[in-house]
């Protein structure tokens, strides 16, 4: 079975950096098919796609976030990450790790909250 | 990258059945079939519905459809059930690999 999971911490200060990580079991990442994303959601707003990577490391972004983010993979642990840098009160988000193809995201973790705080 | 864009809510009663409209552009989903729906309870990850334009995964309700129309793709769900009551989100690939979403639809169950 499928498993995403998010880890990482709860709390992070404005300016500082975020960084999340996805650990994936049931399926190597390393599989040619997918692409692996991170998407966030802001306290009662709408989905955000913030960006993908292809197994082979190319990434995708969010044009809105793209000079902040960084997606890296880590074929060895099965996992994948997240970086966004600078950070700010509106970067406060429920923060979600998913599988997709052909544009479908058919595997979500169960997200994790992050607050941006002083 | 622009959202596409959703009717930020509907409504229907048990039994009846509803049309959530997502409109994009020829860059998005006027582009590929690349179209899909999820669905999101409160305090849940969304969950996806609809792939594909059209195609529903393993375990969803042949209640569910959808389909496309130039730059505009449809999420139909017919035989409403209380527990249809959710947001909806409609999503697209695009020709710059970008994904976008819509701002999403609350649907609520009368």
């Known amino acids: 079975q499928l498993r995403l999971q998010e880890s990482g911490p709860g709390l992070v200060k404005p300016s500082e950096t975020l960084s999340l990580t996805c650990s994936v079991s049931g399926i190597s990442i390393r599989s040619s098919d997918y692409y692996w994303g991170w998407i966030r959601q802001s306290p009662g707003k709408g989905l955000e796609w913030i960006g993908s990577i292809y197994d082979s490391g190319s990434t995708y972004s969010n044009p809105s976030l793209k000079s902040r983010v960084t997606i890296s993979v880590d074929t060895s642990k099965n996992q994948f990450s997240l970086k966004l840098s600078s950070v700010t009160a509106a970067d406060t988000a429920v923060y979600y790790c998913?599988?997709?193809?052909?544009?479908?995201?058919?595997?979500w973790g169960q997200g994790t909250l992050v607050t941006v705080s002083s | 990258q622009s959202a596409l864009t959703q009717p930020a809510s509907v409504s229907g009663s048990t039994g009846q059945s509803i049309t959530i409209s997502c409109t994009g552009t020829?860059?998005?989903?006027?582009?590929?079939?690349?179209v899909s729906w999820c669905q999101q309870h409160p305090g849940k990850a969304p969950k996806l519905i609809i792939y594909e334009v059209s195609n529903r995964p393993s375990g969803v309700s042949n209640r569910f459809s959808g389909s496309k129309s130039g730059n505009t793709a449809s999420l139909t769900i017919s035989g409403l059930q209380a527990e249809d009551e959710a947001d909806y989100y409609c999503?697209?690939?695009?020709?710059?690999?970008?994904?976008?979403f819509g701002g999403g639809t609350k649907l609520t169950v009368l």
């Open positions: 998913a599988r997709h193809i052909r544009g479908a995201l058919d595997y």
């Open positions: 020829s860059s998005d989903v006027g582009a590929y079939n690349y």
């Open positions: 999503t697209s690939s695009t020709r710059s690999n970008i994904h976008v």
